[in-house]
């Protein structure tokens, strides 16, 4: 009787104990969001088995029992596509995961063995399960929150302003096919359709160039938004305050109207409900960051990738007068923020990639901690695709990466040094860093599990609390 009573207890604080984690990745186009996703399920899904997760005490000790996938509760957003990412890896030759483009979903049942010393532990539970949301999405969309700053007269203006001759020139339809265009005039459908392609057109030649100041993010990564008419809008130029009145009285179906209410609908119907419905109700949120691709492509390229970090960083901002913070009540509790591909430079390196980015996100790590929210930095390959060695030159040992290019062809090479702090001209005229594309490793090299770098201490960071 008092054994049936005491299991009754124990698996009534079971269910009603608060286990569940909504857990997001984000980062900009190419950061590696999707290896990263892919090696997270992986991990915990053969923790205990072939994966080595020393940096995980829950693996470490034994106590996690495993991970199964089940079927997500928001059935308006795509699942991640787990299985075509590991066939993909798999593969003869080993390919990476395809893009994804918009917001993605994975819902895991994770068992585990609570720590005698914790709560559930001493109640006598011997197991325990942690349900774990994950999402990825595209850090451009991020990208739009100063958007909701503006009517559509105020961003109009401030879009213009990004407008240098440099890209000016990658706007050169754009902004032929505006010199005809009257405010005034009534809205053609199929014109504004074309104008609106070519100003995407123009968004995404700049996105390629390396800038990212870009506004509307979903002009770059539509999602399923694609062709929709919401995302049939552009800044009007050469608009002055004055013009506001003159130009709010124009009919509903003038040129000035339709946009303004394009923009108007699209800050109320795409960006808004992103954070509302989605941003805001994530727990902890991880955000990836290729410092090393951003230092291969020079001092243009790694200034812009700066630049997007302040913007993207704005909607981790938690201080009271934040835009953030006036619209969205967020809670988020902890955030990693992470350099990913640290298997493209040697183990002696990774130190100083740490520190670089957070020299890199130095005034929002500060942010952070400020408003008390707990920020982790941290490097990591969540996929390695290479293997250090040391090699002898003139009787000295270095350090050396193998791996296969992208190309298929087996290479030893030098990558150099990363420095520990943004780089100044100095750095820029003296090095060359070697940043090769690497294919995965096979199987037959990798042998089993799925090999990378610190994925463990991410996942420690991320969930471990949970899992005592
Ligand atoms: N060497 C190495 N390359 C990686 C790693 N993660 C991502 N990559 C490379 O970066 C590319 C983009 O990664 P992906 O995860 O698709 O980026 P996403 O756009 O943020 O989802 C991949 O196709 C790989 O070439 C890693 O851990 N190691
Ligand atoms: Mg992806």
New binding site residues.
């Given amino acids: 009787m008092r054994q049936t009573l005491a299991r009754e207890f124990s698996n009534l604080i079971e269910r009603g104990w608060d286990r569940q984690l909504r857990l997001a990745v984000t980062?900009l186009?190419?950061?590696?969001?999707?290896?990263?996703l892919t090696s997270l399920v992986y991990q915990l899904r053969h923790a205990g088995l072939e994966a080595r997760l020393d940096l995980f005490p829950a693996a470490r000790e034994g106590r996690l029992m495993g991970a199964q996938r089940i079927a997500q509760k928001d059935l308006g957003v795509p699942r991640f596509p787990y299985d075509n990412a590991m066939a993909s890896l798999d593969g003869t030759p080993p390919r990476?995961?395809e893009?994804?483009r918009g917001i993605s979903e994975l819902r895991l049942h994770i068992r585990y063995r609570p720590q005698r010393s914790g709560v559930l532990g001493a109640l006598g539970s011997s197991n325990a399960t942690l349900t774990l949301d994950l999402f990825d999405y595209p850090g451009e969309w991020l990208l739009d929150l100063p958007l909701l700053e503006h009517d559509y007269l105020s961003w109009s203006q401030r879009q213009q302003m990004t407008l240098t001759p440099e890209r000016r020139a990658m706007a050169k339809e754009w902004l032929s096919a505006m010199e005809t265009l009257d405010p005034a005039a009534e809205a053609d459908e199929a014109e504004l359709a074309t104008i609106a392609e070519h100003y995407a057109q123009s968004l995404r030649s700049a996105r390629e160039a390396g800038f990212a100041d870009l506004q509307p993010g979903r002009f770059l990564l539509p999602g399923d938004l694609e062709g929709a008419p919401v995302l049939q809008f552009f800044p009007l130029l050469d608009l002055t305050r004055d013009d506001r009145r003159r130009l709010e009285a124009l009919p509903q179906q003038s040129v000035y109207r339709t946009l303004a209410r394009r923009f108007a609908y699209y800050q109320q119907h795409v960006v808004k409900p992103f954070y509302r419905e989605h941003f805001r109700r994530f727990d902890r949120q991880i955000v990836?960051v290729d410092v090393l691709g951003a230092l291969n492509a020079g001092p243009e390229r790694f200034e812009d990738l700066s630049r997007a970090l302040a913007t993207l960083m704005q909607s981790f901002d938690y201080g009271q007068r934040s835009l953030f913070t006036r619209m969205f009540s967020p809670r988020i509790d902890r955030l990693a923020i992470a350099a990913?591909?640290a298997?493209?430079v040697t183990p002696d390196q990774h130190p100083n990639l740490v520190a670089l980015l957070e020299a890199l996100l130095a005034e929002p790590i500060k942010d952070l901690r400020f408003a008390d929210v707990p920020v982790k930095a941290l490097s990591l390959?969540?996929?390695?695709?290479?293997q250090a060695h040391e090699v002898e030159q003139q009787g000295k040992r270095i350090q050396a990466l193998r791996g296969v290019t992208l190309e298929g062809e087996e290479t030893l090479i030098f990558p150099g040094e990363v420095p520990p702090h943004l780089p100044q001209h100095d750095f820029w005229a003296r090095q060359g860093f070697a940043f090769h594309?690497?294919r995965p490793l096979s199987r037959d090299t990798r042998g089993e599990g799925l090999p990378h770098i610190r994925m463990d201490a991410a996942l420690d960071w991320l969930i471990g609390d949970k899992l005592t």
């Fill in positions: 980062g186009s190419r950061a590696g969001k999707t290896a990263f990476w995961p893009p994804t990836l990913t591909k298997d493209h390959a969540s996929i390695r695709a290479t594309g690497f």
